[in-house]
């Protein structure tokens, strides 16, 4: 009998998240987004290269050390920019 009334009592899950989308919520940035990019000074955004992290003994020296620049993001990846929330 107790639970029926605690149940009836207690305000449903549906109803809070509606009313904590009402509220203006903070905007935050994904983390994994902040921590691999970054933006340039003309506001284009950066990222490191792929393919060095292991198995690097077969690849030459010259691949590595292109491995090491960074480069520019692809402007078909704008989603990217939404979420650095900028």
Excluded: C
């Amino acid at each position: 009998m107790d639970n029926d009334v605690r149940q009836a009592v207690r305000p449903s899950r549906i109803n809070r998240e509606s009313e904590r989308d009402t509220e203006n919520a903070k905007k935050k940035s994904k983390r994994m987004a902040r921590r691999r990019l970054w933006f340039t000074g003309t506001g284009k955004i950066k990222r490191r290269r792929a393919y060095k992290g292991h198995i690097l003994t077969k690849k030459t020296r010259k691949r590595k050390r292109k491995l090491r620049q960074p480069a520019l993001v692809s402007h078909g990846e704008r989603r990217l920019r939404r979420l650095l929330q900028v």
